[in-house]
């Protein structure tokens, strides 16, 4: 099976937003509205031993979305060729179930369209060759993006090789995106 | 630009989970009387029948129009076992069909039925809260046994206005004796619950415990306080065992209405989720 996700190494970050930025302007995102963010952990521990890092957060193109079980309209699933979980604009009732049941917060709702909108590894790049755009415009090289069951993917390999963790598991999700501990 | 729409859920979606439940503790507790009672409670329970429409109308049109392509609704009719939202759109007209029925023929089918619907729709309401696993402090099968306490509570105050203000209502004094009664031990059990439930909440995930501080101190605490325990239980119960005259009993429904609409908004607003590393508090909120 395919599953197309990222992989981020949290010590490659900087933290200079790029991503965020790339992702509003390719998508023309309105103000206030993101599908990707990255915050800010710490500054923490005493000196001379303090740390501070990124984290940037995406959809996690889960594989037992909670997104997907509480949409009234069957808007919302998981592509079996891809992995990639999509929203379709054209079914979507605009309910905001699926931002409510989304334990990342990955999903926006945009006012004038009426319907729900989030991160979909940009279909339209995918298509034309192209890596999603936050990976193409990471400075960093914190952002790693490809087939995470293919064993000859870089994605799969730094999943393995670099002990790549996942976030809130307790919640049975089973996100595909993971993250190198910084 | 200012926002119509909230990106999640707001108060439109607390009065349409008040709203049901109020119309299925209405109907349903005077169904089951009549039920009890061999159809002498025709009348009273044929207008209660009314209102109840009235109100869960009310409440559905409030749902539609929180949607974002209202026009879509019948995606929702659609996909019945697509999600419970479905489910409980489902349920809604079911309801409201056994109490078009009950006024149509009346009966012991239609007022069972009533009673058992009645029962689905308050459940359906905290159902669609607590089965959301990303918010903990709602997802407990305590969330639906408290709205449907609070919905057969603020039910019977709603019938308890309409007896004291429609002379044709024509709910004799017995049985309207017995429903107070009722009311009080439902108060009673609902102060229990919601002390109960917020010390499990207190002990256990983190965003739970963020809930409960939400409400006893934190952004909430007013309305959980004044609206929810102070106005909408400890004064009605009070008042309720200090007298049992007719203006009392007024004042107290009213005021158990408007615990009943606190209990779904606070509940409703102080459902967090996890934090992610560096993740503002804030961005958990509903
Ligand atoms: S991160 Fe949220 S929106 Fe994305 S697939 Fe998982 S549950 Fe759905
Ligand atoms: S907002 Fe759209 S995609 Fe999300 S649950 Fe509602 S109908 Fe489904």
């Not at chain 2, 952004?219 to 008042?239: D, H, M, S, Y």
Request: net charge neutral; aromatic share 8%.
């Amino acid at each position: 099976m395919t599953r197309l996700a990222l992989v981020i190494d949290l010590n490659k970050c900087i933290l200079c937003h790029a991503c965020t930025v790339s992702c509003k302007i390719h998508h023309d995102l309105p103000l206030g509205q993101f599908w990707n963010e990255v915050f800010t952990v710490g500054p923490s521990g005493e000196f001379p031993h303090t740390s501070l890092y990124g984290f940037p957060k995406a959809c996690m193109q889960c594989d037992k979305p909670a997104c997907v079980s509480v949409c009234p309209a069957r808007a919302t699933e998981k592509d079996k060729e891809t992995g990639v979980v999509k929203i379709y604009e054209d079914k979507c009732v605009g309910c905001r179930s699926c931002i409510v049941a989304c334990p990342y917060g990955a999903r926006a709702f945009d006012e004038t369209k009426g319907t729900t909108f989030k991160c979909e590894l940009c279909p339209e790049r995918r298509e034309q060759g192209k890596q999603p755009i936050c990976v193409e415009t990471c400075v960093g090289g914190a952002r790693v993006f490809g087939d995470i069951d293919d064993p000859n993917s870089e994605a799969y390999k730094i999943v393995h090789e670099k002990h790549a963790v996942r976030y809130l598991e307790h919640l049975g999700t089973e996100p595909c995106t993971s993250y190198v501990p910084a | 630009m200012k926002r119509r729409r909230a990106n999640t859920w707001d108060i439109r979606i607390a009065s349409y989970l008040f709203l049901a439940g109020v119309g299925a503790g209405a109907f349903g507790s005077l169904a089951l009387l009549d039920y009890l009672e061999g159809g002498k409670l025709h009348l009273p329970t044929s207008i209660t029948a009314l209102l109840s429409l009235l109100l869960i109308g009310i409440g559905t049109l409030l749902l539609v129009s929180d949607l974002g392509k209202p026009l879509r609704f019948w995606r929702v009719l659609l996909n019945p076992m697509s999600s419970m939202l479905s489910v409980g759109a489902w349920i809604l007209i079911l309801f409201a069909l056994t109490m078009l029925g009950y006024l149509g023929f009346g009966g012991p089918v239609f007022s069972l039925g009533g009673v058992v619907f009645a029962i689905a729709t308050a459940g359906y309401t905290g159902i669609l809260l607590g089965v959301i696993k990303a918010r903990p402090f709602w997802n407990s099968p305590a969330l639906p046994l408290l709205f449907v306490t609070s919905a057969f509570s603020t039910g019977i105050a709603v019938v308890t206005v309409l007896a004291s203000a429609l002379v044709i209502y024509g709910l004799d004094a017995q049985s309207s004796h017995l429903l107070s009664q009722v009311d009080l031990c439902l108060i009673v059990a609902e102060l229990a619950i919601i002390g109960l439930y917020l010390t499990i909440m207190n002990n256990s995930a983190a965003p739970a415990a963020r809930s409960v501080e939400m409400l006893l101190r934190g952004k909430q605490a007013n309305t959980f306080w004044g609206g929810l325990i102070f106005a909408g239980l400890v004064v009605p119960l009070v008042l309720a065992l200090a007298s049992s005259e007719g203006v009392t009993n007024l004042l107290s429904s009213i005021l158990v209405l408007i615990g009943g609409f606190s209990l779904r908004y606070t509940f409703l607003a102080a459902g967090t989720r996890a934090l992610l590393p560096g993740e503002p508090a804030e961005a958990s909120y509903l």
